[in-house]
Every structure is written in C-alpha cells, then in structure tokens.
Nanobody, 120 residues
C-alpha cells in the first residue's frame, strides 16, 4: 500500500504564498506522475497541476504563472508552490500519485487533502 501525507495548507491573505508538500510512503518502486487537484465548496474537483516522471508539467489556466509544481524523486515527495494567491484559490487541495510498487503492481493514491483559505 502507498500512503500520501499532505502538508502546508493554511490561511493566507490575498497576494500571499503557500507551499504544499505531498510525501509518499510505502512499498514504492517508482512514481510515474504526481498531480495536485482542488475542490471548492459546491464545485467539482479540478486538476491544478501535474508533473511526469520526466519533469514535464502542465497547469490549469487559472494558475499558470502563479503556481509551480515540482518533485524530489529521491524523497518521493511532490510540492506545489503557490504565489500571488487569490480568494478564488480557496479550496481543499489533494495530491494524487500514480506509480508502481516493489511488487510490480500499479497504484494510484490520493492524499487526505489540505485546506487552503485565501482572505481578501
């Protein structure tokens, strides 16, 4: 089993910054991709940013130029640096990873979510 633990959420004023972390643990052989999603009250969960094992990234239009996704393969940890935060960024942010276990079984895991609240 693979577990994800997210951290770094909180309350910040508009224009501020936060850095989210997503640490994966368990019987991991490799992590192929990591993604950050968010879900605001009454809205569907949406993809915010995604990074492949090779480092290719893509972002939702609403966060381009403000958010940066990165990963530390040695630590099985992903990050989401969020700058110039806006009230509309307020949501629960979830980490998702896809990879292969040491038993050569593919996995996909979700974190428990971390709340990000941006005040105006």
């Amino acid at each position: 089993q693979v577990q994800l633990v997210e951290s770094g959420g909180g309350l910040v004023q508009a224009g501020g910054s936060l850095r989210l972390s997503c640490a994966a643990s368990g019987s991991i052989l490799s992590i192929n991709s990591m993604g950050w999603y968010r879900q605001a009250p009454g809205k569907q969960r949406e993809l915010v940013a995604h990074i492949t094992s090779g480092g290719s990234t893509n972002y939702a239009d609403s966060v381009k130029g403000r958010f940066t996704i990165s990963r530390d393969n040695a630590k099985n940890t992903g990050y989401l640096q969020m700058n110039s935060l806006k009230p509309e960024d307020t949501a629960v942010y979830y980490c998702n990873t896809k990879g292969v276990t040491k038993g050569f079984v593919g996995f996909g895991s979700w974190g428990q979510g971390t709340q990000v609240t941006v005040s105006s």
